[in-house]
């Protein structure tokens, strides 16, 4: 996919004690019809974007922030729980998207999560809100085996840092990401060579970042422990006034197909797609088909 074969530039901006790393993913010259504004999930960063935004600059002026922990954001001060990245959030978007301006966030997995807790504290300020494959409650309030193992491993801080350093030390970085894609996606090898390039890049420099193993830690024992909280999750996403679109694939490893659908019988207002046979990364599994959808899905709740 040639939109994504030459890496967009990053830069920094100091936000709440952090030094977070953003790109500009392009866009109209001027008068863009909103500021999409990408958030990833856990492991993720703003290259997770890369195949999805060439698509929708005609329309939109498309950013991405690494979160704390992730990427090449530089933590300083700040720590990685779904709360303080959601803070972190708030603060870019006051800086960087102006106030007159519409702004639709996307958010994937954990970064769904972030981008709802923002939606539910700040009402006015959205005009949409996409969530793909987002971090919601299980359908059934006891967790599968995997999530409950995950859970135990992570639960005590020390062990999830350990856990976390021997990924980054002991795996390859073109074996870890490829490792990752085949755990999130179920056609790996369809996913563009530039943008997994772009992936395996950003692998290599996170072998120099190990302030990031007890972040990415407790990022994860932050997502788990909000989850957990079932009937405060189900509020957050209750809470939304926004236009929603909900997209999940079918196949999705991580979070189960019956959550999202529980998330959309919960809430028949929302616009729900299932993406079939996929599995937790739309944006790199059908970027056409997901920018399709989102741009026939902003006009039509434009009105």
Same mark, same amino acid.
């Given at each position: 996919?040639?939109?994504?074969?030459?890496?967009?530039?990053?830069?920094?901006?100091?936000?709440?004690?952090?030094?977070?790393?953003?790109?500009?993913?392009?866009?109209?010259?001027?008068?863009?019809?909103?500021?999409?504004?990408?958030?990833?999930?856990?492991?993720?960063?703003?290259?997770?974007?890369?195949?999805?935004?060439?698509?929708?600059?005609?329309?939109?002026?498309?950013?991405?922030?690494?979160?704390?922990?992730?990427?090449?954001?530089?933590?300083?001060?700040?720590?990685?729980?779904?709360?303080?990245?959601?803070?972190?959030?708030?603060?870019?978007?006051?800086?960087?998207?102006?106030?007159?301006?519409?702004?639709?966030?996307?958010?994937?997995?954990? &970064?769904? +999560?972030?981008?709802? %807790?923002? #939606?539910? @504290?700040?009402? *006015?300020?959205?005009?949409?809100? /996409? !969530? =793909?494959?987002?971090?919601?409650?299980?359908?059934?309030?006891?967790?599968?085996?995997?999530?409950?193992?995950?859970?135990?491993?992570?639960?005590?801080?020390?062990?999830?840092?350990?856990?976390?350093?021997?990924?980054?030390?002991?795996?390859?970085?073109?074996?870890?990401?490829?490792?990752?894609?085949?755990?999130?996606?179920?056609?790996?090898?369809?996913?563009?060579?530039?943008?997994?390039?772009?992936?395996?890049?950003?692998?290599?420099?996170?072998?120099?970042?190990?302030?990031?193993?007890?972040?990415?830690?407790?990022?994860?024992?932050?997502?788990? &422990?909000? +989850?957990?909280?079932? %009937?405060? #999750?189900? @509020?957050?996403? *209750?809470?939304?006034?926004?236009? /929603? !679109? =909900?997209?999940?694939?079918?196949?999705?490893?991580?979070?189960?197909?019956?959550?999202?659908?529980?998330?959309?019988?919960?809430?028949?207002?929302?616009?729900?797609?299932?993406?079939?046979?996929?599995?937790?990364?739309?944006m790199l599994e059908a970027p056409g088909w997901l920018a399709q959808e989102i741009i026939e899905w902003w006009h039509t709740s434009r009105g």
């Amino acid at each position: 996919m040639s939109a994504a074969a030459e890496a967009p530039t990053g830069t920094y901006v100091e936000l709440l004690g952090a030094r977070v790393h953003w790109v500009e993913l392009g866009g109209p010259a001027a008068a863009p019809e909103a500021i999409c504004l990408f958030v990833h999930g856990l492991g993720g960063s703003g290259v997770n974007f890369e195949a999805l935004a060439p698509l929708l600059t005609s329309r939109f002026r498309c950013l991405a922030p690494d979160l704390v922990g992730f990427g090449r954001t530089q933590a300083g001060t700040r720590r990685a729980s779904v709360r303080d990245n959601t803070e972190l959030l708030a603060a870019f978007i006051e800086q960087m998207v102006p106030a007159a301006m519409p702004l639709l966030l996307v958010g994937n997995s954990m &970064g769904g +999560l972030i981008a709802a %807790r923002y #939606a539910e @504290a700040h009402p *006015d300020r959205l005009a949409g809100l /996409v !969530l =793909l494959d987002p971090a919601v409650p299980p359908q059934r309030p006891v967790p599968g085996p995997g999530t409950l193992a995950a859970v135990g491993l992570y639960s005590v801080p020390a062990l999830g840092t350990i856990i976390a350093r021997a990924r980054r030390r002991w795996r390859a970085p073109e074996a870890s990401v490829w490792d990752t894609l085949r755990l999130c996606t179920t056609a790996p090898e369809q996913i563009s060579p530039e943008v997994v390039a772009r992936h395996v890049e950003l692998a290599h420099d996170r072998i120099a970042r190990p302030e990031q193993d007890p972040l990415y830690s407790e990022a994860l024992r932050s997502t788990f &422990g909000v +989850l957990a909280r079932r %009937r405060e #999750a189900d @509020a957050t996403y *209750d809470d939304i006034t926004a236009p /929603v !679109l =909900l997209v999940h694939g079918t196949h999705d490893r991580l979070v189960a197909f019956s959550s999202a659908l529980r998330m959309a019988r919960r809430h028949p207002g929302w616009r729900f797609r299932p993406l079939s046979g996929r599995g937790h990364l739309a944006m790199l599994e059908a970027p056409g088909w997901l920018a399709q959808e989102i741009i026939e899905w902003w006009h039509t709740s434009r009105g």
